[in-house]
């Protein structure tokens, strides 16, 4: 099996630089698409009618925000189908992640997220239920025509390059890549499956993932330390489990204070560092 696919993990667990507390700049990000996904929704639901809605959610990773889609198609669904007068669907989520994924965490915060959605909803929510499906998105992971909606986030920048052979090379290449705007629209006008149907970029500040709480304002008054430690974390949440396969668990911490110190220099008189994500919302071709 790829090597990858298994080494390939956010940071587990609820520690200080866990993915699950240093995930902020994705919730975020997360919310501001949530206009499109209800944008999304209204359109399927004028379209056909759903007696089991179908969703998935590629490279679900593990954390608070592994349940938010969930959470937010629940929702959406919800006032969809009071406002159109239809009765809810039932609900099929497949969270998908790699097989090193933290699925245990997730499954483990299910039954505190059943009450919380029956307190919000009550009755007047339709049956719903949770599946994992371990594997990478670059291979069939469903059935054809299978899925009413699926979902990324965060998740599509990974590349399905093999680290193994990267280490033969003796270089070290992070399996990363982020598209500018044109070449996102390039790609999928090529591809040519999908119709676009929205393709908007959100910038935030790096440092954005200080505090949930924290507003632009707030976070220009933060000192150059304190940004810079919080944007730290937020790379080593994501980063550290491939970097410390490559050249071992003993120099992770030296390297993150190495790391903080550039970025420290690094925003030393910008006012924000921007980190801009692209949101896509795309309609399968029939
Ligand atoms: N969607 C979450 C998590 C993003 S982190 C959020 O917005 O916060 C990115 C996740 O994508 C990681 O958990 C990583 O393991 C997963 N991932 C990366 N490449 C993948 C692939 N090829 N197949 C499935 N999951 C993948």
């Not at 700049?25 to 759903?50: D, F």
């Not at 099929?92 to 959605?117: A, M, R, T, V």
């Not at 050249?247 to 560092?273: P, S």
Request: aromatic residues 10%.
């Amino acid at each position: 099996m790829d090597r990858q696919q298994v080494v390939l993990h956010m940071n587990h667990g609820m520690g200080d630089n866990s993915y699950a507390h240093n995930s902020i700049i994705q919730k975020k990000v997360m919310r501001e698409a949530k206009g499109i996904v209800e944008e999304s929704m209204m359109r399927l639901y004028t379209i056909i009618p759903i007696h089991c809605f179908k969703v998935a959610d590629l490279g679900c990773s593990s954390g608070p925000n592994a349940l938010q889609l969930v959470s937010n198609v629940i929702d959406i669904v919800h006032t969809t189908t009071c406002n159109l007068n239809l009765k809810p669907p039932i609900f099929q989520f497949f969270l998908n992640d790699l097989f090193g994924n933290d699925f245990n965490s997730i499954f483990k915060s299910l039954p505190q997220f059943s009450e919380i959605i029956e307190e919000k909803k009550g009755h007047k929510c339709g049956a719903c239920f949770i599946n994992a499906t371990p594997g990478t998105f670059y291979k069939s992971l469903f059935p054809n025509n299978f899925l009413h909606f699926v979902h990324s986030s965060f998740s599509l920048h990974w590349l399905s390059q093999n680290l193994i052979e990267a280490i033969k090379l003796e270089c070290f290449d992070l399996p990363l890549y982020d598209p500018t705007i044109e070449e996102a629209k390039e790609v999928i006008e090529d591809e040519g499956s999908f119709t676009l149907q929205r393709l908007e970029s959100v910038i935030l500040d790096w440092s954005t993932n200080i505090k949930e709480a924290v507003d632009d304002d707030n976070n220009n008054k933060l000192d150059l330390n304190t940004k810079a430690e919080f944007t730290t974390k937020f790379i080593r949440a994501a980063l550290e489990p491939l970097l410390k396969a490559k050249f071992g668990e003993e120099i992770m911490d030296e390297l993150f204070v190495r790391y903080k110190n550039k970025i420290v220099q690094l925003i030393m008189g910008v006012k924000i560092l921007e980190f801009p994500t692209l949101i896509i919302s795309l309609i399968k071709k029939v």
